[in-house]
């Protein structure tokens, strides 16, 4: 029997964002495969949590052009962009606290490339007089990424409601973000 490696990967990242200590054991009965199967595929926790993080920066290259950062206001694209990475969030959660992945000599290059095409919008949003210029794009870039772990967290936690996901995520950033006016 062929293995679904998606499925398996979409599973794992499910569980791994309910229960971010989940052995190799629970992930392959959530699969519904055998934990052999499973290290088969993927030959420990490492290389398990490697393909979850390629799968990640994926969606996260998916979303990213889906948003159309380019088209209208910087305002509006950071808001199609959070609509559209809220399915990932949940992995990405809990690819943001796996210290490894942003370590060393072998972080993913995917990463670099979303930083930057997130914080070029955050930087033309800038130059466009929407966003407030004491706060770097990196820092804002970072502030999205947090909040979208956050959020995702407050939903899965039962602590926050799926609909109020992307109100609550933009409302906060953009509030702290866009430039006031100066009396």
């Not at 519904?32 to 920066?57: K, Q, Y």
């Not at 936690?157 to 430039?179: C, W």
């Amino acid at each position: 029997m062929a293995v679904d490696r998606d499925h398996v990967l979409r599973t794992a990242a499910a569980l791994l964002t309910r229960k971010s200590t989940a052995t190799m054991d629970e992930v392959a009965k959530s699969a519904g495969i055998s934990r052999a199967t499973l290290h088969r595929h993927f030959a420990g926790r490492d290389a398990l949590v490697r393909a979850l993080e390629s799968l990640g920066i994926a969606e996260c290259e998916a979303a990213l052009d889906a948003a159309r950062l380019e088209e209208g206001s910087a305002a509006d694209a950071v808001r199609r962009l959070v609509r559209e990475i809220e399915p990932a969030a949940g992995l990405l959660s809990f690819l943001y606290t796996e210290n490894q992945l942003f370590e060393g000599e072998e972080q993913n290059e995917g990463w670099a490339r979303t930083d930057a095409r997130i914080s070029a919008l955050f930087r033309r949003g800038q130059r466009d007089g929407e966003f407030r210029i004491d706060l770097t794009p990196a820092w804002l870039t970072e502030a999205l990424f947090g909040l979208l772990a956050s959020g995702a967290w407050m939903v899965q936690s039962g602590k926050g409601a799926p609909k109020d996901f992307h109100h609550m995520i933009v409302e906060l950033l953009l509030g702290g973000a866009l430039r006031r006016e100066e009396s």
